[in-house]
């Protein structure tokens, strides 16, 4: 197996409206689409041609069957448990006069346990959800996860940088010491070293063999076995940037596995990323695939 993601699947509802009308109707777009950190990243490893899986935890509803049928459409395997007790969880999207806010339910996501993982994973690559770390419900989990893990690389997402200030750097750091990469946004790498831009990466560099940067329409900065590396990002019409940070992980892991050089990987995990920012689906485009070789 070439990747598996342990963590988060979602539904995620995007509604599109110029402003809303509290206490009143107003029309606007509504998009239902799968999602979730590890679902999307797994759809995307699959899209450049790698083996997929993905294990997490969904209700025993509709939105889950609908998330497993999804996935194996996409070609991850889908290795979840059921909840009878939690349902599939849920993230609504709003965007409403230039502004984005979410709402998350995790539902059965947050009830992630030990004895839903396999005794190891053999991968190579383990990608386990910061969400699933960073809150009570799945912190246990993750770190079964991250220690069961046998992989080239063992990547763990920063995940949210509120939820790093909760947590605090110094836990991460130390619940983390087993992952060789660790993927994070400016305001979460911020929050774990208090540094920006190449500063973080380089700070988080003389702690994973693997440490990336993502910075928006500024592309992206990596750091592998001590050195750094830029890429600028894409000239693009952004449409909605939801699940471009999942895409971005799982190609550049996908290509550091293959043996391209950092500056080609960082590079295709920018236009990854740049693809689900420009077309606002957190998914490929259906029937698109990626260049011979698993180049994007």
């Avoid at 894409?234 to 699940?243: C, V």
């Avoid at 971005?248 to 236009?271: I, N, S």
């Amino acid at each position: 197996m070439d990747l598996i993601a342990v963590g988060d699947l979602m539904l995620d509802v995007r509604a599109d409206t110029g402003a809303l009308a509290h206490g009143g109707d107003v029309h606007g777009r509504v998009a239902v689409q799968p999602g979730g950190t590890s679902a999307n990243a797994a759809v995307w490893a699959a899209w450049q041609g790698a083996s997929a899986q993905v294990y997490g935890r969904v209700g025993d509803d509709v939105v889950g069957r609908l998330l497993r049928d999804c996935l194996a459409a996409r070609g991850v395997e889908a290795v979840l448990s059921l909840d009878p007790g939690a349902p599939t969880g849920t993230m609504l999207v709003m965007h409403e006069q230039g502004e984005r806010s979410m709402v998350a339910d995790r539902g059965a996501n947050a009830r992630l346990s030990v004895d839903d993982l396999p005794p190891s994973f053999e991968a190579g690559i383990v990608l386990v959800s910061g969400y699933l770390l960073l809150q009570p419900g799945g912190h246990d989990a993750a770190i079964a996860a991250l220690e069961r893990a046998h992989a080239t690389h063992v990547g763990i997402d920063a995940a949210s940088w509120p939820l790093v200030d909760a947590f605090g750097a110094d836990r991460f750091f130390e619940e983390t010491a087993t992952a060789s990469a660790v993927l994070a946004n400016e305001r979460e790498a911020y929050a774990l070293t208090g540094l920006e831009g190449m500063s973080a990466a380089a700070a988080l560099g003389e702690r994973y063999a693997v440490a990336a940067v993502k910075r928006g329409a500024r592309g992206a900065v990596l750091v592998v076995d001590g050195v750094p590396v830029r890429a600028d990002a894409e000239t693009i019409l952004e449409a909605d940037p939801t699940g471009a940070g999942d895409a971005f992980d799982a190609v550049l892991l996908v290509g550091l596995l293959r043996g391209h050089e950092p500056p080609v990987a960082l590079q295709q995990a920018c236009h990854a990323g740049a693809l689900v920012a420009s077309s606002g689906t957190g998914w490929p485009v259906e029937g698109s695939s990626a260049p011979e070789g698993g180049s994007s």
